[in-house]
């Protein structure tokens, strides 16, 4: 199955900033996704990142906030804007494969 | 609004017995269902999925779906202390761009 590298795997950021979460497939993969899993509590999906079209965010996300791109079958990135302490959790992308999902290994982000 | 129904646990069970895992889904359009395992400060891995009414047997693993009912679970036999996870239900909504809901999950702790 793929195997997906996600970067970075922890970080500290300072309220207001933003970070880029960036996420590698070892092979192509048609959709990628964006999960949200704050601590202690199940998985939220954030958006559906497709290649060469605007990824579709689920209701409470929206573009300004959590801007993503997927230039092709094996790349995607999700950027968190303007975070404030909310943000704090850990952020996970998934490929689609042909028997479910494979995750890439998380993000945890604290915001201070 | 399309959910994933868990009982939380935990759930303790002592090393070699048949740990049994439930969860019930809202949506009776879904064809997928899912069950992930994720250890503490990991992200989910797939452990098995079903599609069609009845049990499919992996190994240690028995998923039992009932489209009927509206019901999936997860039997893990001779269960074994590197078992204990909590243990996420997932289902791919009727319609979806192949998303999936998760559940709360189930945390598992198996007793030596």
Redesign the interface.
């Given at each position: 199955?793929a195997v997906i590298s996600q970067k970075p795997s922890r970080d500290i950021c300072q309220r207001g900033t933003s970070l880029t979460i960036q996420c590698q497939v070892d092979s192509q993969v048609?959709?990628m996704?964006w999960y949200r899993q704050q601590p202690g509590?199940?998985?939220t999906?954030i958006a559906?990142a497709?290649q060469g079209s605007e990824a579709?965010y689920e209701s409470g996300f929206v573009i300004d906030k959590f801007p993503i791109s997927r230039p092709n079958l094996t790349f995607s990135t999700l950027t968190v804007s303007n975070m404030s302490p909310e943000d704090s959790s850990i952020y996970?992308c998934?490929g689609?494969t042909h028997?479910?999902?494979?995750?890439?290994?998380?993000t945890r982000l604290t915001v201070v | 609004q399309k959910e994933v129904e868990q009982n939380s646990g935990p759930l303790s069970v002592p090393e070699g017995a048949i740990a049994s895992l439930n969860c019930t889904y809202s949506d009776r359009g879904s064809q997928s269902f899912f069950w992930y395992r994720q250890y503490s400060g990991k992200s989910p891995e797939l452990i098995m999925f079903i599609y069609s009414n009845g049990d499919k047997e992996d190994g240690r693993f028995t998923a039992q779906l009932n489209k009927a009912s509206q019901y999936v679970s997860l039997l893990i036999r001779d269960s074994q202390p590197s078992d204990s996870a909590t243990y996420l239900c997932a289902f791919s909504p009727g319609g979806s761009q192949g998303n999936l809901i998760f559940g709360k999950g189930t945390k598992l702790s198996v007793k030596p």
């Open positions: 199955s048609t959709m996704f509590q199940s998985l999906l559906t497709n579709t996970l998934a689609q028997y479910g999902y494979t995750f890439g290994s998380g | -």
